[in-house]
């Protein structure tokens, strides 16, 4: 496994992390998590991600649960604030009653002392930035998390809020935490020169996309069973990339991959840390052998020509965005 700092920290992750996202949640899944975070430990990672909106805490307390073995100070925890948990209108957000009463829900959840990195998971356009900012800094000094982030926020949320953070003297932002892969790339705009001027690095989530780019699902064909693009229950946005066009191109990159003796999850994820303002990608895993296998991309480097052909093969649906 290979390390990055997050931002400006001196916070080391491991390029690969894992996350809990439609993943780790119900009693059932949760032999799935301990194996995963098992063989992720194995293969080096040490960086785990995940929300108090996953399943409605469930997530993070199978989370919790599967590291609770591990000795606290060889991971890199996260977790997140702003979605609804529950119907009272102060129970969303980023004001500070639900930034303070959410982190107490989450260390519990978690059974941890203290949270790594604390991730406003949206920008909140009804609460002041200042008052968020002053939150997550009085959540600092208790020591209850370490280091403050954000999500999806847009390059000039991210420089009101760091400008803010400097006139305040407040801890600084250290990381962004976007949607990223070679389908979705709008942070290559503006977000990516943004976040590196003011400090931030990014932990990219949905890399594979979903799972499209693990080459598993083929034009004209229907989703293979058991796979998340067959279970009615899951979100919608992974049936967005079941066009013809999209997979055609799916079929281009994973023959790439073959020529360069990689499977295509590799490649893709290669591609998504060649950006030297990304710390880390968070996968997804139901199997311990998807986490083995993917961690081995942090040792593809994928040359210019390589990369030429990537764009190349990318050109017929460089205008594609899945519906969300």
Request: charged share 25%; net charge negative; glycine share 8%.
């Amino acid at each position: 496994m290979k390390y990055r700092r997050l931002g400006n920290s001196g916070l080391k992750v491991s390029e690969i992390g894992l996350g809990s996202w439609l993943t780790y949640g119900t009693a059932a899944e949760q032999k799935a998590a301990d194996a995963c975070i098992s063989k992720a430990f194995e293969c080096g990672i040490n960086f785990f991600d995940t929300a108090n909106a996953y399943n409605r805490g469930e997530g993070e307390k199978a989370m919790g649960a599967a590291l609770r073995s591990y000795e606290r100070s060889s991971y890199v925890l996260s977790t997140k604030v702003f979605f609804p948990m529950g119907d009272d209108v102060n129970n969303r957000g980023l004001s500070r009653k639900h930034i303070m009463e959410q982190c107490e829900a989450s260390l519990r959840r978690l059974g941890t002392d203290y949270i790594d990195v604390y991730f406003c998971h949206r920008f909140d356009r009804e609460t002041p930035v200042e008052e968020t900012l002053r939150a997550l800094d009085d959540l600092t000094a208790q020591g209850k998390i370490l280091y403050s982030a954000v999500s999806e926020w847009s390059a000039a949320q991210i420089c009101d809020a760091t400008g803010i953070s400097r006139r305040l003297n407040l801890r600084p932002l250290i990381s962004n935490q976007p949607i990223y892969n070679m389908f979705e790339r709008y942070i290559e705009d503006e977000v990516l020169e943004v976040s590196q001027s003011e400090g931030l690095s990014q932990v990219v989530f949905s890399p594979l996309a979903q799972g499209i780019l693990t080459g598993k699902y083929k034009p004209g064909q229907q989703p293979p069973a058991g796979t998340r693009a067959a279970d009615d229950s899951v979100n919608g946005v992974i049936r967005s990339y079941f066009r013809d066009d999209v997979l055609t191109v799916v079929g281009q990159l994973d023959e790439l991959a073959n020529s360069l003796d990689l499977k295509l999850s590799q490649l893709a994820l290669a591609w998504t840390l060649r950006q030297p303002g990304v710390s880390s990608a968070i996968i997804g895993a139901s199997k311990p052998a998807q986490v083995e296998e993917n961690a081995k991309a942090v040792d593809a480097v994928l040359s210019l020509d390589t990369l030429e052909k990537i764009d190349e093969i990318l050109k017929p649906v460089a205008d594609f965005a899945p519906a969300r």
